[in-house]
């Protein structure tokens, strides 16, 4: 098989990727460490301006009716420039998912608003404890036990967590068993919830391949400055190696993330297995490179003023989300190899 | 005078192809810019212009052409601003052109503007490769229109168009009957983003194409050969010389002050 994106897709990309080096800079991902609210709204409405939010909300409620190989592109340059808001939650795991399972009493109000960047959605599935950014959510969508439901943002109880990345809020969130909208509940319909899964880990695969791809180039473009010894440190072996296998990692993970996409897209039987082997590489290689780009940046890596302290420590956080490399790889395990004796 | 009607006013936008600006600029063996080399993008002042016709035409109607000479690469920034939202293009594409000052730029793009009937046309104040900001100026001469340039902002009541003009002061407050020409500086707007059905939609608008022989100009008022000014000679900047390092030995304020006062700051 041959695949390649195609000219929209690779155009939509450039197109988001301008506006995203104009308007997402370090330190305004940075200021979201501190503000209160962990999330840049001129940035988001800029989104919902173009199309992004609603790229996956059906035409029929004003969005662009469009799918995961779409999608996964500009998820990738939202990674890239370490955007804090839920993009992941709202867009890519939201939106089809209810645009699937929604009471039809609420369905035009909640995908319309996804598409004009009005209702931001938190996701708190089994495995992922917390939400991201509940406080500014207008809709928490839950898992517990066999039934997946939604929950007004003003109807919670909320209680921040630590995180190891600070522009990302999370929270322990509580509610009125009365407040809860069914979504799914039984087996009949899971399959939407399992997919709504695998595009959450896919999302989050695509995003850490931005992060990895921009730590890289940070690092690159250190390793030519920084002289040691009277020649850039980037000459030295024990360097450029180091680097060397970083990029491998990557370049690596990135075709598997795109394949998985194509399954996602296409509703091959193997998606989840794809899904899980994307994310397993995805968090791999952006552990490597952040652990590399630390390593090569020397002691100014680990002052939170560089900006690289923002992307490994996101790296970090979305490695250990939506199932970490080894959860995924005993997932693969599973459909390869079935289950263990 | 032309009293303007909503639903025809026609606004002509010039824009221009360009280098990206951070990018290292080399010329060709003819001493024009190598244009192969780099990146190129919408000169960014025309963002501006483009913006601002798309907000004349949201608050009074009418059409927006985005009118462009250039390369055949020129059309990626022709598809942009139809991507923001103007209606349609018009490509001037011509070998002979290449090499073109601007005062050979100027009849072209006055010759491809005239009789389409433009109420306004609207320029960006000047382009970030050539930097002579006369091109507007030129093209108003040449099609009789009033000239408003350096505009920080826009308006246009009935047959009238009225714009803040910006000088070493604040601005001047100017007006023109329309038909007329108006450039902006950076300060009149925010340009937009396109949007991905904007891009989309942008696929199917119609971009003419334009030679010389359909704007009616001879090969030889135009092009390196029939421009007035011609590049006889370019060097690369000389490196930035070493400043002087003066280690402070307890005389290092007056070593500041004599500085200062060498220079006639103090």
């Keep these: ?341 | 005078m032309r009293e303007v009607d909503s639903e025809t006013m026609k606004i002509v936008v010039c824009v221009k192809q360009v280098p990206d600006s951070w990018a290292e600029k080399t010329l060709g063996a003819d001493n024009t810019l190598d244009r192969g080399s780099v990146d190129a993008v919408m000169n960014e002042l025309d963002e501006y212009a483009v913006e601002e016709a798309l907000r004349l035409q949201e608050a009074h109607g009418g059409e927006v052409i985005v009118l462009s000479m250039g390369p055949s690469q020129t059309t990626d920034t022709i598809r942009k601003a139809l991507s923001m939202g103007a209606d349609s293009g018009v490509h001037v594409i011509d070998d002979g052109l290449h090499g073109s000052d601007a005062v050979a730029t100027s009849l072209a793009l006055a010759k491809a503007i005239e009789g389409r009937g433009a109420d306004l046309v609207i320029f960006g104040s000047e382009s970030t490769d050539a930097r002579m900001s006369v091109v507007p100026a030129m093209v108003a001469e040449r099609l009789g229109l009033p000239q408003l340039t350096f505009s920080s902002s826009v308006s246009v009541e009935g047959s009238t168009v009225r714009t803040n003009r910006v000088t070493e002061y604040g601005y001047d407050v100017v007006e023109a009957s329309l038909p007329a020409l108006v450039s902006v500086v950076e300060k009149i707007n925010e340009p937009r983003y396109p949007s991905f059905k904007g891009i989309m939609a942008a696929k199917k608008k119609k971009v003419e194409t334009v030679d010389l022989a359909g704007l009616g100009v001879s090969a030889d008022q135009v092009g390196l050969a029939g421009s007035w000014s011609a590049v006889e000679e370019a060097a690369a900047r000389p490196p930035k010389a070493k400043g002087t390092i003066v280690t402070d030995d307890g005389a290092g304020g007056t070593a500041i002050a004599d500085f200062l006062s060498a220079q006639k700051f103090i």
């Design chain 1, 1 to 341: 098989m041959r695949f390649a994106f195609t000219d929209d897709q690779l155009l939509l990309r450039d197109t988001v990727r301008e506006f995203l080096a104009n308007e997402c800079q370090p330190e305004q991902v940075r200021y979201t460490w501190v503000a209160d609210s962990g999330h840049l709204p001129e940035v988001w409405s800029g989104l919902a301006d173009m199309g992004v939010l609603g790229l996956t909300v059906p035409e029929a409620h004003g969005g662009l009716g469009m799918d995961e190989l779409d999608l996964v592109l500009l998820l990738e340059e939202t990674g890239r420039v370490a955007l804090p808001s839920p993009v992941v939650e709202t867009t890519a795991v939201a939106a089809p998912l209810l645009a699937a399972v929604a009471p039809a009493e609420h369905r035009e109000r909640w995908l319309t608003g996804i598409a004009t960047g009005e209702c931001i959605v938190g996701v708190g599935f089994v495995g992922t404890p917390f939400v991201l950014a509940a406080h500014l959510a207008d809709l928490v969508i839950l898992e517990r036990d066999d039934r997946v439901f939604a929950v007004a943002g003003d109807k919670l109880t909320l209680e921040r967590q630590r995180s190891v990345d600070g522009s990302r809020w999370l929270f322990d969130v509580d509610w009125r068993q009365a407040d809860e909208i069914p979504l799914v509940e039984g087996p009949e319909g899971w399959h939407e919830v399992n997919l709504a899964f695998d595009r959450g880990a896919l999302g989050t695969a695509a995003q850490l391949l931005g992060l990895a791809d921009r730590m890289l180039e940070m690092t690159v473009e250190y390793a030519k400055q920084r002289e040691q010894f009277g020649v850039p440190i980037g000459s030295f072996q024990a360097v450029k190696h180091q680097i060397a296998d970083a990029l491998l990692a990557l370049s690596f993970a990135r075709p598997a993330v795109y394949n998985a996409a194509y399954a996602m897209r296409h509703g091959l039987d193997t998606h989840s297995r794809d899904v899980s082997m994307a994310k397993c590489l995805a968090s791999e290689a952006a552990l490597t490179v952040g652990r590399t780009a630390l390593q090569c940046h020397g002691a100014i890596g680990y002052t939170t003023e560089y900006d690289l302290h923002l992307w490994m420590k996101r790296a970090w956080a979305l490695a250990a989300s939506w199932g970490d490399a080894a959860w995924h790889r005993d997932r693969v395990s599973l459909a390869v190899l079935g289950p263990r004796p």
